[in-house]
């Protein structure tokens, strides 16, 4: 990976910010096994399958029962449902596709036609992370903001609502929708491009709104939609901070306790990132990273918890709420536990908020830990980069300590399965920014182009990037054990009653690990990454093991996969396995493609500046060209020839590159161009150094 990947991966990073997400409807949740019928197969989003057929004396059998390619190449981040021998599972650019579970076979296909000109609308692409179900129904979110309530049977749409309150502002979905006590739960992303976060519920049956639960507050001079928003308006100061949008975006996590009939929901990071832009009087900005937890019914607010005051790393606190019920000191306990990008695991009193502990499970300098008493992180004063204007690195980065992946607990060990990540940022102030309106306009208040001036710490950062399965021991509040990953970036966890916990391998691996002590018991080459967590089910008493290939959305833009590497191009495909299953994945067909720059003519002082007009708006998608979107340095001579045709005139809109034309005028995309040239020289003169002979159709120098 040459330095200006890591540039990408230090800088752009908005991280995998999104969209929402959900559980099918508790009654099928309480179904033997058989079924994955929600998110997290269960409401309290355990994602733990109690199927034995597959176990550490015979999981070795595993091979290749079937397998489906999807339609596009931008990244399966889909969890699939399976309900009564079907699968119902989402690809790129929200199109729900059934199969027959057992087989494979194609059942149905539904596509909602986004407009694909709006591909760069999104921080991180055009995936999704999979559909909700209830009473006979399958819901989507599409990435433009349609909820639609779809018929299992036929994949016909029964209706459709457009839940974006202001589409002149560039919000997005691609989170999977939760269905609880018949609502239709859904929120969106966008924080990092200007939005106001909100989560709406919509009755199941007639897609009316039943409520909407606002994040953070609008405009103090309009009335506030609720006593939650009105005392919100007291932590946040400063003459305009709705401009920004303020973020808040509730992008993945919900998960449901019938029981205490709360719904609990994670909610984004600020709009702008860095608190003095946001909320130049201080506060703590709520409910940017905070649980909260509401009522179901009527969206009525409870109690929250907020993970980081004043939030400003781009840590949200959407990732995966898993409840658990367990035994600390004597004391039965109904927990929710949260891995987020913060780097600490919260372990949280579910009935009432109070935050039971946070312990680091990796690297952290913004904070040195958490005063239990008060709930409030104590943090470093390194960290507060907008107030010293200093350029800062800090652990975790924008991509987390664990983002959004989900995560498997296993009732039998009492351990949380999740993959770990050491990967900093440079944090740094931009004091200039202003609010910019208009779709694919970055609004972090971030100076991206701070690292480049301390190539210090672009060093640290290179140094010591690693990641780990982790598998944490929930009780003594501590990891139980370690597997250390070849590429730090890794998907989602599945647990098995079989005593397993399956991953995927970023290099492009599907592993079993024994659920005690993690040693390897069963691996098969999947060649591409697995962002998602693998699910299980059973069809007429038959397991099944079910992994959805296919890197891209955020995660391509910091390390490339196995394929990417290889220079290969994987396509985005669902894989299962079963015992003494015959069958063998085939690998992806090689990518036909050359690293051919013209020369590199243009000064450096316009090489940089393209740099940055690069980060600002390209960077985004095309970072480390994974993923299924074009790496631009291997543009052909024909594409140099007609960059301004596409890049400004939207010459390939249809295949999802936007026009940048409100952007970016002839004189700044010659200077990106010039920035493009000048990187696939420095990359072709390393490969070159490298192997030996010139460069052409792979990328394994990198
Ligand atoms: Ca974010």
Not at 187 to 203: F, I, P, W
Request: charged fraction near 15%; hydrophobic fraction near 40%; include cysteine.
């Amino acid at each position: 990976m040459s330095i200006h990947r890591w540039l990408s991966a230090l800088l752009l990073l908005a991280a995998a910010s999104h969209a929402c997400a959900g559980p099918a409807d508790a009654q099928r949740a309480a179904a033997p096994g058989a079924d994955w019928p929600a998110y997290g197969r269960t409401p309290d989003e355990q994602r733990f399958s109690p199927l034995t057929q597959i176990d550490q004396s015979n999981v070795a059998r595993l091979g290749l029962a079937w397998t489906q390619t999807l339609d596009h190449e931008r990244g399966l981040e889909s969890t699939p449902l399976v309900i009564d021998g079907v699968m119902y599972v989402t690809g790129a650019w929200s199109v729900v596709y059934a199969f027959d579970a057992a087989s494979g076979r194609a059942l149905w296909k539904y596509d909602p036609q986004v407009d694909r000109a709006r591909g760069g609308d999104g921080c991180c692409g055009v995936v999704n992370r999979g559909v909700a179900a209830w009473q006979g129904r399958i819901f989507v979110g599409a990435f433009d903001g349609r909820l639609i309530a779809l018929d299992a049977g036929t994949g016909t749409p029964v209706w459709s609502v457009q839940t974006f309150v202001d589409p002149s502002r560039p919000y997005t979905i691609t989170g999977a929708p939760r269905v609880v006590k018949g609502k239709v739960l859904i929120g969106n992303g966008g924080a990092e491009m200007g939005v106001r976060g909100y989560l709406s519920a919509y009755d199941a049956n007639t897609g009316e709104l039943a409520w909407r639960f606002w994040t953070v507050p609008g405009d103090p001079s309009q009335p506030f939609e609720s006593p939650a928003m009105a005392m919100a308006a007291k932590t946040w100061s400063g003459a305009r901070w709705w401009e920004w949008g303020g973020g808040g975006t509730v992008w993945d996590a919900i998960s449901f306790d019938p029981e205490l009939d709360l719904l609990y929901f994670g909610v984004g990071n600020g709009g702008a990132w860095a608190r003095t832009l946001r909320s130049p009087g201080g506060g703590d900005n709520l409910f940017l990273s905070s649980i909260v937890a509401v009522r179901p019914d009527t969206g009525e607010y409870v109690w929250h918890y907020q993970l980081a005051p004043g939030e400003q790393w781009d840590y949200p606190a959407t990732a995966q709420l898993t409840l658990i019920d367990t035994v600390i000191d004597g004391l039965p306990r109904k927990l929710l536990v949260q891995v987020p990008k913060h780097g600490f695991v919260y372990v949280i009193d579910r009935t009432n908020g109070r935050l039971l502990s946070a312990e680091p499970f990796t690297k952290v300098t913004w904070a040195t830990g958490y005063d239990l008493a008060t709930g409030r992180p104590l943090e470093t004063p390194q960290a507060d980069y907008s107030a010293t204007g200093k350029a800062t690195l800090l652990y975790p980065g924008v991509v987390g300590g664990h983002n959004w992946h989900p995560v498997s607990y296993h009732p039998r060990t009492g351990y949380l399965y999740f993959g770990e990540l050491q990967l900093p940022s440079v944090y740094a102030l931009d004091p200039a920014a202003t609010w910019r309106m208009g779709k694919r306009r970055v609004n972090t208040g971030q100076d991206f182009g701070a690292a480049v001036a301390h190539p210090e710490l672009q060093a640290e950062a290179a140094r010591t990037t690693r990641g780990s399965l982790l598998a944490w021991d929930i009780v003594n509040a501590r990891p139980a054990w370690r597997v250390e990953q070849k590429v730090p970036l890794n998907g989602g966890t599945l647990a098995t009653a079989g005593g397993l916990v399956f991953q995927g391998a970023t290099e492009g691996r599907l592993v079993a690990y024994a659920a005690e002590d993690g040693r390897v018991l069963w691996e098969t080459p999947t060649f591409g990454g697995i962002p998602a967590g693998p699910v299980s089910y059973a069809v007429d008493g038959r397991q099944f093991i079910a992994a959805g290939i296919g890197w891209g959305g955020a995660l391509s833009i910091v390390f490339p996969d196995g394929a990417t590497v290889a220079g290969l191009r994987s396509p985005n495909r669902i894989a299962v396995y079963a015992l003494d299953a015959t069958g063998v994945l085939p690998p992806p067909p090689p990518q036909d493609r050359v690293l051919d720059p013209p020369p590199a003519t243009a000064p450096m002082e316009q090489v940089n500046r393209g740099m940055l007009l690069y980060f600002d708006h390209c960077g985004i998608c095309h970072g480390s060209g994974g993923g299924g979107v074009p790496d631009l340095g291997y543009m052909s001579r024909q594409t140099h020839a007609d960059f301004a045709a596409i890049v400004l005139g939207g010459a390939r809109a249809d295949r999802g590159m936007p026009s940048f034309h409100e952007q970016l005028d002839t004189e700044a995309l010659e200077l990106v161009r010039a920035f493009l040239v000048w990187q696939a020289n420095q990359l072709k003169a390393a490969q070159q150094a490298t192997t030996g002979v010139p460069a052409s159709g792979s990328e394994g120098t990198r």
